[in-house]
Antibody, heavy 121, light 106 residues
């Protein structure tokens, strides 16, 4: 059973870079037919997709975040990462990593438990 | 970006009730729609994909329908464990989510 686990700094200062990693276990991140996403949820609010990376290494980002986001993959460690630069309080949220399944129309069938990131000085 | 509008934003219902949640896309998305259930402090859980396909392990009281711009999630007989927030998500282009519908106990 594939599992995802987020890790990274829970507190980031304004203007700095948020860095998170999603470790994939029980399967390979290089398997075809899947995308690997970052999704966030501000406290008490809805879900916002940030971006994804395909097994091919191609990346796609939400347009409003594109200038600040980088998603990368480390196949040797079977994990993928998020970097979000120039953060503000508006970036405070629970950050989830999730797998998109191509056969499901890229619906997110497996999620990590989420990690809270607070932007504060 | 494709905008997803869910209604209602909240609904009060009793155990055994039939509950219907709607989701409207700002442009046609064929059948590229998913529904998720989220409980407090937990990650979302996939219920329905491709508008009407039930994810493995999800009870059959959940069903989805629709295509194009208008979609529906129906819970045929609400159970105590179904009180949660439900989100739709389009996958026709870069993913976007609806604002959520909170199903509360009446």
């Amino acid at each position: 059973q594939l599992q995802l686990q987020e890790s990274g700094s829970g507190l980031v200062k304004p203007s700095q870079t948020l860095s998170l990693t999603c470790a994939v276990s029980g399967g390979s991140i290089s398997s075809g037919g899947y995308s690997w996403s970052w999704i966030r949820q501000p406290p008490g609010k809805g879900l916002e997709w940030i971006g994804y990376i395909y097994h091919s290494g191609s990346t796609y980002y939400k347009s409003s975040l594109k200038s600040r986001v980088t998603i990368s993959v480390d196949r040797s460690k079977n994990q993928f990462s998020l970097k979000l630069s120039s953060v503000t309080a508006a970036d405070t949220a629970v950050y989830y990593c999730a797998r998109g399944y191509g056969d499901y129309g890229d619906a997110f069938d497996i999620w990590g438990q989420g990690t809270m990131v607070t932007v504060s000085s | 970006d494709i905008q997803m509008t869910q209604s209602p934003s909240s609904v009060s219902a009793s155990v055994g009730d039939r509950v219907t949640i709607t989701c409207r896309a700002s442009q046609g998305i064929s059948s590229w729609l998913a529904w998720y259930q989220q409980k407090p402090g937990k990650a979302p859980k996939l219920l329905i994909y491709a508008a009407s396909s039930l994810q493995s392990g999800v009870p059959s009281r959940f069903s989805g329908s629709g295509s194009g711009t208008d979609f529906t999630l129906t819970i045929s007989s609400l159970q105590p464990e179904d009180f949660a927030t439900y989100y739709c998500q389009q996958a026709n282009s870069f993913p976007t989510f609806g604002g959520g519908t909170k199903v509360e106990i009446k």
